[in-house]
T-cell receptor, first 114, second 114 residues
Framework: GAGVSQSPRYKVAKRGQDVALRCDPI?????LFWYQQALGQGPEFLTY????????KSGLPSDRFFAERPEGSVSTLKIQRTQQEDSAVYLC????????????FGPGTRLTVL | DQQVKQNSPSLSVQEGRISILNCDYT??????FLWYKKYPAEGPTFLIS?????DKNEDGRFTVFLNKSAKHLSLHIVPSQPGDSAVYFC?????????????FGKGTLLTVNP
């Protein structure tokens, strides 16, 4: 079956541009997560959705970061006015259960801000 | 402050021998631990987990050991195979709190030489 997919796989943005990163979770998965992985680091939690509800956005680094999952399936992570420190791999994961449960990761979107 | 630490950035072993990857944690609230494996250009894949009520969990060639008093866990791979070459991430969570939020270490690059 299809796993978690993300698009684009690579994105280059000029500083100040807005970007939108898409995540298609595994069909039927209730929970969806976004993580940021900087170079040489492990993934760091950004936000958590249960269906369409964003239950935790404590990891979003600034108000330039915004995530949505309006129909409880596809999710978009938007970064406004990108900065060089936003350069990272953005990973999306989904889980069948609410909250706890094995998280299945997508391949990530590598964002480079010039 | 890193709450999950993987102090060895890399490890190289011969095919057929044992690989031991180590992980330390500082947050005493963590009570569930996971290992993820990551190949280049792919997302992390769940490998094995252990609850703090156990001190060992085994799945085929993979065994995770947990020493709660030392706040230390290790992943043993026996025998190691070239296909095991990947980055291994240790992750932890508090199942009583935000039970979905994984905290990752920086990862250890395992290279298994034929």
């Amino acid at each position: 079956g299809a796993g978690v997919s993300q698009s684009p796989r690579y994105k280059v943005a000029k500083r100040g541009q807005d970007v939108a990163l898409r995540c298609d979770p595994i069909s039927g998965h209730v929970s969806l997560f976004w993580y940021q992985q900087a170079l040489g680091q492990g993934p760091e939690f950004l936000t958590y959705f249960q269906n369409e509800a964003q239950l935790d956005k404590s990891g979003l680094p600034s108000d330039r970061f915004f995530a949505e999952r309006p129909e409880g399936s596809v999710s978009t992570l938007k970064i406004q006015r990108t900065q060089q420190e936003d350069s990272a791999v953005y990973l999306c994961a989904s889980s069948l259960q609410r909250g706890a449960g094995t998280q299945y990761f997508g391949p990530g979107t590598r964002l480079t801000v010039l | 402050d890193q709450q999950v630490k993987q102090n060895s950035p890399s490890l190289s072993v011969q095919e057929g021998r044992i690989s031991i990857l180590n992980c330390d944690y500082t947050n005493s609230m963590f009570d569930y631990f996971l290992w993820y494996k990551k190949y280049p250009a792919e997302g992390p894949t769940f490998l094995i987990s252990i609850s703090s009520i156990k001190d060992k969990n085994e799945d085929g060639r993979f065994t995770v050991f947990l020493n709660k008093s030392a706040k230390h866990l290790s992943l043993h791979i026996v025998p190691s195979q070239p296909g095991d070459s990947a980055v291994y991430f240790c992750a932890a969570k508090n199942s009583g709190g935000s039970n979905y939020k994984l905290t990752f270490g920086k990862g250890t690059l395992l290279t298994v030489n034929p």
